[in-house]
């Protein structure tokens, strides 16, 4: 049986050869992330929000909203009316859509119309981050899909709350229309601000090219 390190010591003093103990390899001894590595992850995260962005508002817009005008006798849904609505239309629609059709706009609202501005304002929100580099500016940017996602949120639970009223009340119908229109001009903003965003970006990478060299 082999003898431990301390029962050589034992028997041959300072003659014993100890066996030598070496540490594991580091495996990474450096890190592989570099800026540039990190630029490119972020870019991919930012090319998914944005094709999800669109497919959402698509959906959302284009497709199942469109499809519940089948339940209202053609009338449009709230949401699509970038102009508003007054109080004569909103009557018009609880009359030609029952409960049912109320109940499928509501879960409409809780699905795609809160998945989509919140995946849009936290899009927007990277892809002004990645771009813009002066704090002052990037924080006023930032604004606008914050203002957004809170807006377009507060106008679905206005449009609930104006389609399933007991009594239709002048007030929740202004709000309701108020809300709506600023959610598409805000929607509007956002867009120019990251087109904004990407320009500024492109601009300023000549001059920082050109104070690294």
């Not at 009557?91 to 919140?118: E, S």
Request: aromatic residues 8%; hydrophobic residues 50%; charged residues 10%.
């Amino acid at each position: 049986m082999a003898k431990t390190p301390a029962q050589r010591l034992k028997k041959h003093g300072a003659n014993a050869a100890l066996p030598q103990h070496q540490l594991p390899p580091v495996i990474n001894p450096s890190t592989s992330r570099t800026p540039q590595k990190a630029q490119s992850n972020g870019n991919l995260i930012l090319i998914a929000g944005v094709v999800a962005s669109l497919f959402l508002f698509w959906y959302l817009h284009l497709l199942t909203l469109n499809q519940l005008t089948q339940l209202s006798a053609g009338l449009p849904m709230p949401d699509s009316l970038i102009g508003g609505f007054d109080q004569g239309f909103v009557d018009q629609l609880r009359t030609a859509m029952d409960n049912d059709a109320r109940g499928q706009l509501n879960y409409v609202h809780k699905t795609a119309g809160t998945l989509f501005p919140l995946i849009f304002g936290f899009t927007w929100l990277l892809l002004i981050g990645v771009n813009v580099a002066r704090k002052p500016l990037r924080w006023a940017f930032w604004a606008l899909p914050l203002l957004f996602a809170v807006v377009r949120l507060w106008g679905n639970a206005a449009i609930d709350g104006m389609m399933s009223a007991g009594t239709l009340d002048g007030g929740q119908v202004a709000l309701a229309s108020a809300l709506t229109v600023a959610g598409w001009v805000l929607l509007l903003l956002n867009l120019l601000a990251g087109g904004a965003a990407v320009f500024l970006n492109r601009k300023s990478a000549p001059a920082r090219g050109a104070a690294a060299d």
